[in-house]
């Protein structure tokens, strides 16, 4: 057996034995080391195992979690390898599928910070008695989307809250050791009416009472957007399995530097699509296409054809965005798939403007022949567009060098 097997192995024995049964409570401190995460000061997260210390380990919302990462500790000591910011985390992966779930895609490489320096502060977490506008406030903070939060919060299929630790009690489902689509089922088909009692406004099954909803449960099946979804994954198990699996992955991740896999895949993923959407933009001619420039690799060109944002604006003849985006590093002579270059896009088509606008950034090449074997004053030529031919060969005789 190898040693993923048996750490496996063991973390199944430490949640599940003659004892206990902690999957729900692995999952909730998983995802309580990760939802601290702010996307903008890219701070809190799962890294570094910031949880050990106080002030997050005494956070409220992080009350009784204490006695989850104390049961995880015998784990440590037989895997000493690994970090405990891995192991608070792959629990939780886990325990969702020893309890019926999906398979959570992970990916170890997680340290252990050795200070509090970097714990996150008091509030970052969800509070249970607001709604939807603070739902999107903390989830959008972290990254995920509205469809994220719905799928994410069907987690509360498993367990129950306990008095002690959240002031909140009572189970979700008929069976909160199953992990399936039962928190869903309940959402949409019972009626949620306050519960009377002297404790925090919660709510209860009118049928039978003997369920329980938190005021942001409630509020996935008053907000349209997430009611939507709510739906979706009352009737499909297969697409909500699908989805927390992608969402809860993509949250155990969250902050984890690019030693992460999975991190570094998204981060990858993510500047693709900006990338794209850079090359798009500068073939519509978009006037702020600088910002768009931000987290692009503005070098990169179409997959197949190989054409950079540099081509599309001079052929479609955007003369004012040409120096920006020769300023912002997209190369001035790049080659498509063709062997055209801007210049060549620009000659073709008469784009004088753009013509000189190219001819003036420092080491433009007019020498360079397409795959039909023609620099640009070629192209020009054939193309019968006088001007751009006369604005280049004046260019040539200059010897490339003075600027039009
Ligand atoms: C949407 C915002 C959320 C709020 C306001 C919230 C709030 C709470 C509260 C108050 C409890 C009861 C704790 C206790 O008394 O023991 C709880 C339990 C739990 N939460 Fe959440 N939660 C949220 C989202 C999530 C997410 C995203 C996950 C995981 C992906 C999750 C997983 C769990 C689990 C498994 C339990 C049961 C723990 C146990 O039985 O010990 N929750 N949650």
């Not at 190369?331 to 606008?357: C, I, Y």
């Amino acid at each position: 057996m190898n040693d993923k097997d048996q750490l496996k192995r063991d973390l199944h024995k430490a949640l599940l034995n003659s004892k206990v049964i902690a999957f729900p409570i692995a999952v909730r401190q998983a995802w309580h080391s990760s939802g601290t995460y702010d996307k903008h000061s890219n701070t809190g997260g799962s890294n570094g195992a910031t949880m050990r210390f106080a002030p997050e380990k005494d956070d409220p919302a992080n009350n009784g979690l204490g006695i989850v990462r104390d049961m995880l500790h015998e784990v440590k000591k037989v895997h000493p390898n690994i970090s405990e910011a891995d192991l608070y985390t792959y629990a939780g992966a886990l325990a969702v599928e020893f309890a019926g779930g999906p398979h959570v895609p992970y990916l170890f490489g997680r340290t252990d910070d050795s200070t509090n320096a970097r714990c996150p502060m008091h509030g970052r977490l969800p509070d249970a008695s607001q709604g939807k506008d603070h739902l999107r406030d903390v989830f959008h903070r972290m990254g995920m989307s509205d469809r994220d939060i719905v799928a994410l919060s069907g987690a509360h299929t498993l367990g129950r809250c306990h008095f002690v630790r959240s002031g909140y009690d009572g189970p979700w489902t008929h069976n909160p050791l199953k992990f399936d689509n039962e928190y869903f089922r309940n959402l949409v088909s019972l009626t949620w009416v306050p519960r009377e009692w002297d404790g925090e406004m919660q709510y209860t099954d009118k049928e039978t009472k003997t369920l329980m909803m938190l005021p942001t449960d409630v509020a996935l099946i008053r907000d349209g957007t997430f009611r939507k979804y709510v739906e979706l994954y009352a009737k499909d198990q297969e697409a909500f399995f699908r989805d927390f699996a992608d969402a809860y992955s993509r949250l155990l991740a969250l902050g984890v530097p690019h030693c992460c896999p999975h991190a570094q895949a998204q981060k990858a993923g993510e500047m693709k699509r900006k990338s794209a959407k850079f090359r798009e933009s500068a073939m519509h001619g978009v006037v702020e296409i600088k910002k768009l420039a931000e987290g692009a690799d503005v070098r990169e060109g179409d997959p197949g054809s190989g054409r950079t944002a540099l081509h599309k604006a001079a052929y479609w003849g955007h003369a004012h965005t040409i120096q920006t985006l020769v300023d912002l590093g997209v190369p001035l002579n790049a080659q498509d798939s063709d062997g055209d270059t801007a210049l060549h896009d620009a000659a073709r088509f008469g784009h004088l403007e753009v013509v000189k606008q190219l001819l003036n950034a420092r080491g433009v090449d007019i020498g360079l022949r397409n795959r039909q074997g023609l620099d640009a004053l070629g192209l020009a030529k054939e193309y019968g567009k006088r001007d751009v031919a006369d604005a280049l060969e004046q260019f040539k005789r200059n010897g490339g060098g003075s600027r039009l």
